[in-house]
């Protein structure tokens, strides 16, 4: 079980991702057809991150990659953060990410509700 300074630097870590993903393009290109080469992208000043919002969810669940570790707790800032489509799949490719939905095994829902929101998407 994580303490609330665990799951704030779960928070940070989260817009940590989208600044730099927003931020370090051209890196995200240059690996995207390449294996096992890294890349430096300098120093990154985590004070340039802009949460956006004070408040925030917090609840536990597991990580959604393998190992899908239990008792993690997440912490959601309470602002809507997007990416483009085009961003996303830049940040696939870069790291080589070949699911077509999702990176975590299948869990068996054992009687849990299941609800999918899906807004309305002209595109897809």
Not at 49 to 70: A, D, E, F, N, W
Not at 104 to 121: E, T
């Amino acid at each position: 079980m994580g303490s609330i300074a665990n799951s704030k630097r779960i928070n940070l870590k989260s817009c940590f991702r989208l600044y730099l993903l927003l931020h370090i393009e051209d890196d995200l290109k240059a690996l995207a057809h390449t294996k096992g080469v890294e890349r430096n992208i300098g120093v990154i000043d985590p004070k340039q991150v802009k949460l956006g919002s004070r408040k925030y969810y917090r609840y536990i669940g597991s990580l959604t990659v393998p190992p899908c570790t239990q008792d993690v707790v997440w912490t959601i800032v309470r602002k809507v953060r997007t990416v483009t489509r085009e961003q996303m799949k830049l940040i696939r490719e870069a790291v080589h990410d070949e699911s077509e939905t999702n990176s975590r095994p299948v869990q068996a829902a054992n009687k849990r509700p299941i609800r999918l929101y899906r807004p309305n998407d002209p595109k897809e």
